[in-house]
């Protein structure tokens, strides 16, 4: 008995790989059944601390031949990390014009650190690439042309997305209830998938409660690992597309309200949508179904949009008709509460929002109104009137206030981890902004204050603009900003209350 327990002990504090030659070696020296009883024991503990393997039939032999998965988590972070240094001084050495060598030195040894050091705090949301300055310089005051047009949709696109593992890969959704992906290279499309067909296709447990009405899209987001696509509309279904075998996979109900908007958490394992019944809901990505619902919105919750890197597990922002923007700490089972202010005292719908890091945000509101948020101020630092109004002279915008209606903000993007950020109105520009640090100094010029120093993070107008035809519902900027995708239509995102007939959509 004493021999066993001290067995038994050095077993417990032998290493995982101590333990595996420890069970080969019984393999050798034992056959038929002990070989066997330790084959159960030894997956048993495996499946226990999360590996997986196959079942030994008692030969005595090792049955994991994948070398791969005898790898453990340090030696994995190990390889990772040699396969990530050897990029990056590839990289660099491509820069310089030279080769790469094995082990840099001096002035080379220096710029690897600055890079490394860079691209950890970026990764964990503490630093910003600047790139607004580049391409401000690059623009000048000129005017951006269009590279190349798409028309997907048959009718006003309200949404899309870029995917993060194709640099050339749109997505993107419309009032006709397509969802569709565009070949930014080429200008070639490829629609996935209508509503009609997924109405025709529904079985019983897939249909919500506007089963056959409502078949417009009007959200969509796609997944960290580009393999999964999220879109919602009128139907208040959320369901989940699987990019690579080009199929509905889920298809989840619970809102009792317009799915307005919807967002992954930033590790992917979670997926948020945002209704027009005042609720914001968690859903699994991997069990696909309801995890749990926010309430706080007193009105219409109008957008939504993942907070950046570093900010941690479970937290998204959202805007509201109420007229307030929050920051949803999921896990804490905590909300901050943010009230728009603009020119006029009542304040304004919230309508559209984009984060740019772990704590800051930007959002648009119907009042023309473009504010920059972070987490550590109640008061945003705001732009009024962002958008040129459309005068009632001319005619090509109609239904409801033609002034309000113009510059009423239907969308803004960031450049991820950049100071770059972009925004979209019914006056026919996409204009482009610069994230302006604390201290710096102020111009007369269109927002960007009366002179002065600045005391806090603020916007600034960069000249350059596009012209569209059409409202500006949806924006997107690639990661090295240098491609701004613009989804517009004949409407506005979410309403008919404006129009303008000789636009396009697309």
Same mark, same amino acid.
């Given at each position: 008995?004493?021999?066993? =327990?001290?067995? #038994?002990? %050095? ?7 101590? !333990?595996? &030659?420890? $069970? +080969?070696?019984? @393999? /050798? ?6 070989a066997a ?17 196959g079942?030994?039939d008692?030969?005595?032999?090792d ?18 990390a040699?396969q ?9 050495a491509?820069? =310089?014009?030279? #080769?790469? %060598?094995?082990a ?5 040894? !220096?710029? &690897?650190? $600055? +890079?490394?050091? @860079? /691209? ?12 607004a ?12 042309q ?24 749109c ?6 209830g397509?969802v569709a ?17 997924l109405?025709?296709s529904?079985q ?28 919602a509309?009128?139907d ?9 075998g ?6 989840m109900?619970?809102?009792r ?8 958490a ?19 990505t991997?069990?696909?179904s ?12 109008l ?25 949803w ?9 943010l ?29 023309g ?9 109640k ?6 009137m ?12 109609f239904?409801?206030d ?15 981890g950049?100071?770059?950020v972009?925004?979209g ?9 610069r ?18 120093v600045?005391?806090s993070k ?6 350059a ?27 506005p ?12 959509n697309?």
């Open positions: 008995n004493a021999k066993r =327990a001290r067995s #038994a002990q %050095a077993d417990l504090e032998a290493t995982p790989g101590q !333990r595996r &030659l420890s $069970r +080969r070696r019984f @393999d /050798d020296d034992n056959n038929g059944e002990g009883r330790a084959g159960e024991l030894w997956d048993a503990e495996t499946e226990g601390g999360g590996g997986k393997r079942v030994d008692g030969g005595g032999e049955f994991d031949d994948d070398e791969s998965a005898k790898e453990t988590v340090a030696e994995a972070r190990l390889r990772m040699k990530y240094l050897a990029e990056v001084q590839a990289e660099l491509t820069a =310089a014009g030279g #080769a790469a %060598a094995e840099a030195t001096g002035e080379d040894a !220096r710029e &690897l650190a $600055r +890079r490394l050091h @860079d /691209d950890a705090l970026e990764a964990r949301g503490y630093a910003t690439r600047r790139v300055a580049d391409v401000s310089r690059r623009l000048g005051s000129t005017a951006m269009p590279l190349r047009t798409a028309a997907p949709h048959h009718l006003s696109v309200t949404a899309l997305s870029l995917s993060p593992n194709d640099e050339h890969a997505f993107s959704c419309a009032k006709d397509s992906r565009t070949d930014l290279e080429t200008g070639s499309f490829d629609v996935l998938v209508t509503y009609a067909s109405v025709a529904a019983p447990t897939q249909r919500g409660p506007l089963h056959g009405r409502g078949r417009d899209a009007s959200a969509l987001a796609i997944h960290p690992s580009g393999n999964l696509l999220a879109f509309g009128g208040h279904v959320v369901r989940l597309w699987d990019a690579r080009g199929t509905v996979v889920a298809s109900t619970g809102h309200g317009r799915v307005t908007g919807v967002a992954f930033e590790d992917g394992l979670n997926v948020y949508s945002c209704s027009a019944d005042r609720t914001v809901k968690q859903w699994s991997s069990q696909r309801y995890v749990d619902t926010l309430y706080g919105h007193t009105s219409d919750v957008c939504i949009d993942g907070c950046g890197a570093g900010a941690g597990v479970g937290r998204v922002v959202t805007g509201g008709m109420d007229g307030t923007t929050r920051l700490k999921v896990a804490e089972e905590k909300q901050l509460i009230r728009s202010q603009g020119p006029s005292v009542q304040s304004r719908s919230v309508d559209a929002i984009s984060s740019l890091s772990s704590s800051e945000w930007v959002t648009g509101s119907d009042d109104t473009l504010t920059l948020w972070t987490s550590t101020k008061k945003g630092q705001r732009v009024d962002a958008h040129e109004v459309i005068t009632p002279q001319q005619p090509a915008l239904g409801g033609a002034g309000s209606a113009s510059a009423w903000v239907q969308s803004v993007t960031a450049c991820p950049a100071d770059l972009a925004s109105a019914g006056d026919g520009k996409v204009r482009l902004w994230v302006g640090d604390a201290g710096d100094t102020l111009s007369a010029e269109h927002g960007g204050g009366s002179g002065g600045a005391k603020h916007l600034v107008a960069i000249p603009l596009a012209s569209v035809n059409g409202f500006a519902n949806a924006l997107a900027i690639t990661r090295d900003a240098t491609r701004l995708v613009c989804g517009i239509g004949q409407e995102r979410l309403g008919r209350w404006g129009r303008i007939n000789d636009a396009s697309g």
